[in-house]
């Protein structure tokens, strides 16, 4: 929330004396095992007999070097060996394995969470044909997981829109996670979405879509790119199919079973700020998914009051390369680089990092998972550890305090990219064909300086205008910001109904109702809102004041607000627009960087130089009396040029 001396209108003092912006529902705590604010890392546990001196081993090894927790992945035998010898999936030993190595990390102070199944998908050889995943046209799921816990073996990947499969799914799972679970304080953990989406399909699908849009999409489905309105209409189905069916009872199982869930949406189809509202703690990935959208989970966990915005981070930092691997210059990363990409995240919403990633090494082992980065005794950064894990610590913590701050809320355009089909060659990757990702959606360069979140129609149907603050869920602005060429019925009758009674709207473009269902409500209710006079397409016209951070080539920064006054950690300016992949040395620069900015807060300008020494982030407070007080973030990355 902003502050509320802040000055947005000409008239604010007249509405300070007789009214506030009622306060927000304060963020829900963390989950308890994250409360350390140290650094987690994924634990890559490769198919084998995981002998109890092996786990010992490594968690003491991350205790000593600064690790908060681990989440422990279980994967494929290492290098693929067919024959190796194993626990069995889901076994008795399996699970006492399991248990013991969660009560020995609780010993040792780390957190512990699982991956809730093996590989990426949800899945396995025991999911029966009328549970796997479906593509239209196929009267059997052809989806099948390679190199999981059970390779060779090639189980089915789950159908992700069927609440019912994934209750039988988690039937099995549930007992032989339940004594490493037991007590509480554990997350469950699904990754990025990796199930084919073109065309996703379900059982029942067909009738549900001709109930919904009155039109049968069946004569549509190989040509759906070549009809967008239909095309909306099918990701308009799909989206809510893997809200209902997917994330909500995941998070819901996850509260049975005594956990915590925390989920990767990205990639999934689906309205992404849903779907990262439906967990209890939404997760990014970089440099896979280049840090900006980060902007998206962040935006998910204000709007919903949770207070962690989990990434898993340094993922193919310089590239990646298929299975087996390995991937460019894996075991030669440099902290320089990682700090980079870390300080990016940070500085959209970030407040804990997870390392990818750890493997599991037997004694004398040389184990690597096949995809950077490479963490361990023998990782090129080892001695560098301890304190940078200190350095992700501190911003962690600090950018943990109090709330989000933001001055203006941005309509997310899920239903321009649910219009627009495929991504150009160019922004394609083996993996990522479709706009629906919103990959590389980004704010308004207009909005610098004033932390814009985004919003969607969900938040919006359910916001009010109350003590000249748009209240939506637990975050509040004072404007709301619509650039999109396409804009859903009931998302459009609410920017209407908020207008109406007051919400300052910058609306760059009159949107098109999307979809083939089309009436006149659209154009009366487009009509209605142009009439308005705090409706405008200028966003000055709007803004009610200067934005919290004015300068020239500002950097990228993240604000929080508590009662105190604000927490900015400002990222150096070599993180801005980072893309991937990261060239190996990219954070070798030799010169200071300055910028001199004005922090706009509690009533007051405040001028601050900001002195960049290479490598280095800031990280201040500023108080509600104007004071500026910067934080020693104490860390240095070695020193390699180029």
Known sequence: MAPRSLAFWSCTSLWLCCCTAPPPPPPLAAPAQYANCKPWTRWWWFAGEIAEPDVVRQLDWLAANGFGGIEIAFVYPHGGDEKAPRLPWLSPEWSARVAFARREATARGLGCDFTFGTLWPFGDSQVPAADGALLYGEAESPLRMRLTWEHPSKGRVLDHLDRQALRRYADRLGPAFAPALQGGGCGLFCDSWEVETKWIWTKGFAERFRQRHGYDVAPFMGKLLEHRDVLYDWFALVSDLVLDEFYAPFTAICHELGASSRAQCGGAPADLLSAFARVDVPETEAILYEPGFARIPASAAALSGKGLVASETFTCIYGWKGWPGPGPHQGEERVADLKLVADALFAHGV??????????QTEGGRERFYAS???????AFAAELPAFNHYLETVSRALRRGRVWSDVAVVLPVEDAWCAGEYPKELQFPWVWGQYELRYVAPAAELQGRQPLWINGEFLRSARW??????????????????????ALESLRAVVALAEQGLPVCLKRAPQQPGRAQGAEYGELLRRLAALP????????????PPLLRGEDLPDAWCREDGDGLTLFFANPDARALKYPLAYGQAAREQEIVRNVTIHAFGRDVAVELRFPPDQSLLLRVGRDGSVAFEDVGFVPARVRR
């Open 534 to 545: 705090n409706v405008r397409a200028e966003f000055a016209a709007v803004a009610g004041g």
């Open 351 to 360: 407040n804990h990092v997870v390392w990818h990633g750890m493997p599991f």
């Open 373 to 379: 980065v490479h963490v361990g005794p023998d990782s």
């Open 466 to 487: 109350q003590g000249g603050r748009l209240v939506a869920g637990a975050a509040s602005f004072g404007s709301l910001y619509v650039d999109v060429e396409f804009l």
